[in-house]
């Protein structure tokens, strides 16, 4: 799948599920209710126990019009390499890494660096970073990215920490992609909940569509 493509559709669901998982047993669980709650863009991370096997099981069971396979807390190269050759589509990372993004370009695939300031953002554009993660974004919220259009209108940014039903309308109004959400989404699994997983899913879909409707 090409990049523009795997952009797009990032873009058009508007919702990334970042997967953390305390074994690749309940990582693929909580992907599968994902899936079942209509949600295809996951983000799986490195911080799963053996986050590249998993990489490959899930990139195997599911076509890429199910699954929009992604590998999150990505801190260098040689993890993008790993996580491209399991079958990721696309690389997250916590923080900017230029051989990251080098690399990133070189073979195809969207690299999406973690950034606070319009420096950092500036930089990881330059280096062909098309959507920014806004990390954490519970450190400045939806007003933040609002002064950051100000400057650059058209800066892509998908923030990630901080999103929940309650505020994601805010995110969507302040102009963002997308947002990217971990634990209140997936919290449910910590109690062995799937089903509550799959709920949430459906939940943010949801909310993402109302929100851009107003």
Known sequence: MDKLTVLNKIKEIGVVAVLRATSGEEAIKIANACIDGGLPTIELTFTVPGAVDVLKELSLKFDSKTLLLGAGTVLDKMTAESAVKAGANYIVSPGFDLETAKYCESVGVPYMPGCLTITEMLTAR?????????????????????A???????????????????NVK???AAGVVAVGVGGE???PAKKGDFEGVKNNAIAFINAVKEARQK
């Open 126 to 146: 330059n280096a062909g970073a098309e959507v920014i993660k806004l990390f954490p974004g519970s450190a400045f919220g939806p007003s933040y990215v609002k």
């Open 148 to 166: 950051v259009k100000g400057p650059l209108p058209d800066i892509q940014i998908m923030p990630t920490g901080g999103v929940s039903l309650d």
């Open 170 to 172: 805010d995110w969507i």
């Open 185 to 187: 989404l997936t919290a």
